[in-house]
């Protein structure tokens, strides 16, 4: 069913309207037969891109729509209520162009940003490594500056889009300074030197390629360097911020779908004489299951708005990310429950849905981390 959303103007309605017709006619058809044979979905991201979702909260001035993310989010849901690979890479995406739109210079921004926004090349974040995860100023790729250009070497690893992405916005290490000697470079998919591991075996989201992204002696222009050296770390923390409450939204899509298709289903099975929706432990496991999901939502939009409005979100974007991607987890597994037997069966998309919905607990920041932010924050609150 479709949600009922409190939208700013009648821009954004037309806006969810356009994302709901592209999600139901272009991308829901497709979803599971894409999954079942790990299909790439280039051609959906170039349909994203070419209907404008791909650069949404973005400045005009650079050819991004100039949404708020408050809007921008609800976008996210609705793909991800369709297809939770295409709404994940469509978060990745507009996260891998926030280093330049937030600290590229103006004449990198008008270099290559329209083109990262049009839809035409389609982005990856490259921060984490095999054995820098959670600790990412644990980072070991480096790169040496060689005249007019960085030789960078390492691995990068569990990279969405990986040999895939046009871009990869990658964080390197250019001092030994730890935490401070962490740069931010603009890497171009065609790089010489750069190249793509076999993509990760998964449970879930497995039209979403997953992989490790090599480095050998790869040559890259310090004229693709964001901002100045040594800040890439903060780059790297800021963006996550944004992208955890993108993570969020796919999570309530991702568990809005899963709640439709339990009630639909709750409704049209039958036992002793009525139907299953109208027994009292099927209607509370169907109310507890659509309070995560309203609750979820409500946390992502109040974090949006805190953005919107230049207010401090750190906190509020980890409470979001942990409280839905913990919710999605949860009311999928519900879902599951409500179908019986046939909710184990591939015939019925909840078993799928039960699978995509481990992963976003694990990444841009695992639950674990995300309540050791929550914690640091109130520690420091007045």
Not at 37 to 59: A, C, N, T, V
Not at 90 to 106: F, I, K, N, Q, R
């Amino acid at each position: 069913m479709a949600v009922e959303r409190l939208l700013p103007d009648t821009e954004a309605e037309d806006l969810i309207a356009l994302t709901r017709d592209i999600a139901t006619n272009e991308l829901a058809p497709k979803a599971g037969e894409y999954e079942e044979k790990e299909l790439f979905p280039r051609e959906e991201f170039r349909l994203l891109g070419r209907s404008g979702l791909l650069g949404l909260p973005y400045p005009e001035q650079w050819g991004g729509g100039g949404v708020s993310y408050e809007v921008y989010l609800q976008v996210l849901e609705e793909i991800a209520a369709a297809w939770l690979t295409v709404g994940v890479g469509l978060s990745v995406h507009t996260m891998s162009c926030y280093a330049l739109a937030e600290y590229g210079t103006d004449e990198q921004r008008s270099t290559w940003l329209p083109d990262m926004l049009a839809g035409d090349l389609l982005g990856a974040y490259a921060l984490s490594e095999p054995h820098a995860g959670s600790d990412a100023a644990a980072l070991s790729t480096r790169a040496v500056l060689d005249g007019s250009d960085y030789v960078v070497t390492g691995t990068k690893a569990w990279i969405t889009h990986g040999g895939e992405a046009d871009f990869y916005t990658t964080m390197v290490r250019t001092s030994p300074d730890g935490g401070r000697g962490i740069s931010c470079l603009l890497v171009p998919g065609d790089t010489p030197g750069l190249s793509a591991s076999a993509p990760e075996r998964k449970m879930g989201m497995t039209a979403s390629t997953t992989a490790q992204m090599i480095f050998d002696g790869a040559r890259v222009p310090v004229t693709r360097r964001l901002g100045e050296e040594g800040i890439g770390l903060k780059i790297a923390l800021t963006a996550l911020n944004s992208g955890r409450l993108g993570i969020a939204a796919c999570a309530v899509g991702l568990a809005q779908a899963a709640l439709d298709e339990a009630v639909k289903y709750a409704k049209e099975r039958s036992q002793f004489g009525r139907s299953i929706i109208e027994f009292q432990g099927m209607e509370f496991l169907l109310a507890d299951m659509a309070a995560a999901v309203e609750s979820a939502r409500a946390m992502y939009l109040e974090a949006a708005r805190r953005r919107d409005r230049g207010l401090p979100f750190k906190r509020q974007a980890s409470i979001a990310k942990l409280v839905a991607t913990d919710a999605a987890m949860k009311v999928t597994t519900d879902a599951v429950q409500v179908l019986g037997g046939a909710g184990y069966t591939k015939d019925f998309p909840v078993e799928r849905y039960m699978r995509e919905a481990k992963v976003p607990q694990i990444f841009e920041g695992t639950n674990q981390i995300q309540r050791m932010v929550i914690a640091r924050e109130l520690k420091n609150m007045a």
